[in-house]
């Protein structure tokens, strides 16, 4: 059975960092792209940041870019994303997914900018 399990989220003021982390578990992680989306409030699921299962290349939207760091450690079967210069904009439930033929969604974890 595949896990992807959230933590790191929080409250934070705007300019603060936060580091999501998410483990897996019940795959094989290392073949598996990651990728963490988000859902704020009215508005749709996007894709903040993918890494590929070697973790060579990374895929940013350009909300994030220059601002996130999405990276992995596959001895761990864990994926990251750091967020630095946080906005009030980011705030929403993340979500870690973990893709290949299959796609697995973790829980989410709740990230909330004050201004």
């Known amino acids: 059975q595949v896990q992807l399990v959230e933590s790191g989220g929080g409250s934070v003021q705007a300019g603060g960092p936060l580091r999501l982390s998410c483990a897996a578990s019940?795959?094989?992680?290392?073949?598996?792209?990651m990728g963490w989306y988000r859902q704020a409030p009215g508005k749709e699921r996007e894709l903040v940041a993918r890494?590929?299962?070697?973790?060579?290349?990374?895929y940013y939207a350009d909300s994030v870019k220059g601002r996130f760091t999405i990276s992995r450690d596959n001895a761990k079967n864990t994926v990251y994303l750091q967020m630095n210069s946080l906005k009030p904009e980011d705030t929403a439930i993340y979500y870690c997914?973990?893709?290949?033929?299959?796609?697995?969604w973790g829980q989410g974890t709740q990230v909330t900018v004050s201004s």
């Open positions: 890494i590929v299962g070697s973790g060579s290349t990374t």
């Open positions: 997914n973990a893709l290949l033929i299959r796609e697995f």
């Open positions: 019940g795959l094989t992680f290392g073949s598996y792209a």
